[in-house]
């Protein structure tokens, strides 16, 4: 049973526009929520997290945000830029901290 | 540089044939862990493990046995590999316990495996 899911399996963006990826997980025992950004035939790497104490978390273009009451978090590209064209994976981890779940990815577009 | 190794990066193999997949990290972590990637499954963990000889089963652990003998090595090992096994997977690391305060876990580039 998928515990973290991404319900958009791809998503077009005009390039200096904001991109809006979604997550929503299921298991109120995560603690933690992650972004992974991944290009073709590389493995996946580290974006931007979250801790469940906080709502927000900023990054230069990119922030996520948490909704624990809905089970939701969101990830905003602003502006985003054609180089940010991959797919990107929420992942959550437990409270032990030992077990990563990931969602199924959404592949990201941004049309020049 | 700081980086995770897999070999081999791609493999075609049959049915019963016992492999290994090879995984080794620079960056003197302590937790390391296995993924494989699916279509429209996303990532999914196989093994991980806090440190040396302490593994433990991710979500999918059936058909996959782990070894942590060294710090910096993780391999993957499919003793009897099945056609449901073809994926690609990656191996990654992180310091502490979970990736440590950040949850940032390095990957690397992945293996591409084939079972017949």
């Known amino acids: 049973d998928q515990q973290v899911k991404q319900n958009s399996p791809s998503l077009s963006v005009q390039e200096g526009r904001i991109s809006i990826l979604n997550c929503d997980y299921t298991?109120?025992?995560?603690?933690?929520f992650l972004w992974y950004k991944k290009y073709p035939a590389e493995g996946p790497t580290f974006l931007i997290s979250i801790s469940s104490i906080k709502d927000k978390n900023e990054d230069g273009r990119f922030t996520v945000f948490l909704n624990k009451s809905a089970k939701h978090l969101s990830l905003h590209i602003v502006p985003s830029q054609p180089g940010d064209s991959a797919v990107y994976f929420c992942?959550?981890?437990?409270?032990?901290?030992?077990?990563?779940?990931f969602g199924t990815g959404t592949s990201l577009t941004v049309i020049p | 540089e700081a980086q995770v190794t897999q070999n081999p990066r791609y493999l075609i193999t049959v049915t019963g044939k016992k492999l290994t997949v090879t995984c080794s990290q620079n960056m003197n972590h302590e937790y390391m862990s296995w993924y494989r990637q699916d279509p429209g499954l996303g990532l999914r963990q196989i093994y991980y493990?806090?440190?040396?000889?302490v593994t433990d089963k991710g979500d999918v652990p059936e058909g996959y046995k782990v070894s942590r003998k060294e710090k910096r090595n993780f391999p993957l090992i499919l003793e009897s590999p099945s056609p449901n096994q073809t994926s690609l997977y990656f191996c990654?690391?992180?310091?502490?316990w979970g990736g440590g305060p950040t949850g940032e876990l390095f990957f690397g580039e992945g293996s591409r495996l084939t079972v017949l």
């Open positions: 992942a959550a981890i437990t409270n032990t901290g030992n077990q990563f779940y």
């Open positions: 298991n109120s025992m995560f603690d933690y």
């Open positions: 493990s806090m440190n040396v000889e």
């Open positions: 990654a690391s992180s310091r502490g």
